[in-house]
């Protein structure tokens, strides 16, 4: 097993970094359980890290890190599900269900992060029949404080005080603060092929007709261009495997386009920089990358192909989830519009509009909710400190009491969290008996319990 002493760690996104007293890379079991024990014994808190692309300071450690990243084999692989050790990476995991022409019913953007890792903070994609990936968990096996092993699935109730509660919907979606998760088993369904169409439309024509939108097609999501007023679209819907052949694989999408697309990251990268010393620029930079990228188009591919993507230029994110029903999620989204057109502050695009729906993971923000998902980014920053336009964002949001994402920035409060999430103190309890002396916390955990 790989040990170092001293060993500084920052996220991808570089805002978050860490200097840990003792880093490992445990190859076994065994060895994962040698650390937790080493921790106990000695007083030293530790934490997991995935492959960092949580933005929030929530896999920091100065006392223990620990990385999967020598324990991330596949397991087993069924005709509707399959097993992989924690350290695994989404992009290995695609590649085995491609391989086996299987898929989950929905993905988050980006295939980057480690299995365990995106687990860990409820990673979703977009389409108000789906849910996060922490929905599809069947069983989790995990390594307590204790350094006991605890087997997790749907039928798993541990008596509580005077509850019993059904613990993998708190594992599900844990925040790394209920132990060290070493195998998982997820629930796939057959690989399958969307048509997806993308074009843009107004914004005041978007805020009437997203949730018809997001009821009409399976998979919808947006991005809102702010200070052009324009929002891009993105619809697809299932369709049979024969209309999947390279011939109709695209439509609109031109050779130029294609070059265009190619250069995005080398065109954009110095735009953004230069726009973080002067943010009056940024709404030209907005409006010439719709116009010039984001051009309409028909896509047509497998699952993965239409709704993962490639990482893209570094950035430090802010997602809020609100509920749907009452109309709240337009208001807050118009009220973020009309006070960026009330302030100097400048965002960049895109200003990113999900739905997913309601899932059963305590700790989720669509706990038992539909809800409709803003998130805003600030490109090329790198800074510890809550960008102005991002603290902004935070400010309007809780206004509305939206729930945050837990891997992204969000500014709240113990008290503001405990309104949110219903299940925070069912959580709470469930972690303090797990694991009493604190083992898993760090100093965002503990402000979160
Ligand atoms: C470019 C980009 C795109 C993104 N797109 C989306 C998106 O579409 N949807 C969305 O919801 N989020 C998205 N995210 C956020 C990202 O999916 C989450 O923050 C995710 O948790 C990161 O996974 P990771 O492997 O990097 O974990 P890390 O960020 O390293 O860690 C996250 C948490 O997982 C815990 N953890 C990791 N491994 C284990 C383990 N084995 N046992 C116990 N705990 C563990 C850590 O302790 C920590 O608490 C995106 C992030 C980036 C940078």
Request: with cysteine; net charge negative.
């Amino acid at each position: 097993m790989i040990k170092e002493e001293n060993y500084s760690w920052n996220n991808w996104a570089g805002n978050q970094s860490c200097i840990a007293e003792n880093y490992f890379e445990p190859e076994t079991e065994e060895q994962i359980i040698e650390i937790v024990c080493f921790a106990e014994k000695n007083k030293k808190k530790i934490r997991v890290i995935g492959s960092g692309h949580s933005f929030s300071p929530i896999a920091i450690s100065n006392e223990i890190l620990v990385s999967l990243k020598n324990y991330r084999k596949l397991i087993s692989v069924g005709k509707d599900s399959v097993t992989c050790q924690g350290g695994m990476y989404l992009h290995e995991l695609y590649t085995i269900l491609k391989a086996n022409t299987l898929s989950f019913p929905n993905f988050g953007v980006i295939n980057k992060q480690t299995v365990a890792g995106a687990l860990a903070t409820g990673t979703h994609g977009s389409g108000l029949k789906h849910r996060s990936l922490s929905a599809q968990i069947e069983r989790l096996r995990m390594i307590t404080a204790s350094g006991d092993l605890l087997e997790i699935n749907k039928e798993t109730i541990l008596k509580i005080g005077n509850k019993n509660l059904n613990i993998l919907e708190a594992a599900s979606l844990s925040l790394g603060s209920l132990g060290i998760v070493t195998e998982i088993t997820l629930k796939c369904e057959p690989l399958f092929y969307l048509k997806s169409e993308e074009s843009v439309i107004e914004f005041d024509e978007f805020l009437e007709s997203m949730d018809d939108y997001a009821k009409r097609y399976e998979y919808f999501k947006a991005w809102w261009f702010p200070h052009t007023d324009k929002v891009y679209l993105f619809r697809a819907e299932r369709v049979e495997k024969e209309q999947y052949s390279e011939k109709s694989k695209w439509e609109n999408y031109t050779r130029e386009q294609k070059d265009r697309d190619l250069q995005i990251d080398t065109l954009t990268t110095p735009l953004f920089i230069k726009s973080n010393a002067d943010p009056s620029l940024i709404p030209e930079i907005n409006a010439y990358c719709l116009d010039y990228f984001f051009t309409p188009r028909t896509k047509i591919g497998n699952s993965f192909e239409i709704l993962v993507h490639d990482e893209t230029i570094p950035m430090v994110v802010s997602e809020y989830g609100l509920p749907i029903p009452d109309g709240i999620h337009k208001k807050a989204l118009k009220e973020f519009r009309d006070t960026l057109e009330h302030t100097e502050h400048k965002v960049h695009f895109p200003v990113d509009l999900r739905y997913t729906a309601a899932e059963e993971s305590w700790l989720s923000p669509s706990y038992q909710k539909d809800t409709f998902y803003i998130g805003m980014c600030v490109r090329e920053y790198r800074e510890k400190k809550i960008h102005p336009s991002m603290q902004l964002f935070f400010d309007v949001m809780k206004k509305y009491n939206a729930s945050p994402n837990w891997g992204k920035l969000s500014d709240l409060s113990k008290s503001e969290l405990e309104e949110r999430f219903p299940g925070i103190n069912d959580f709470r309890e469930l972690r303090n008996n797990i694991d009493p002396k604190g083992v898993f916390l760090n100093e965002f955990i503990k402000s979160i319990f």
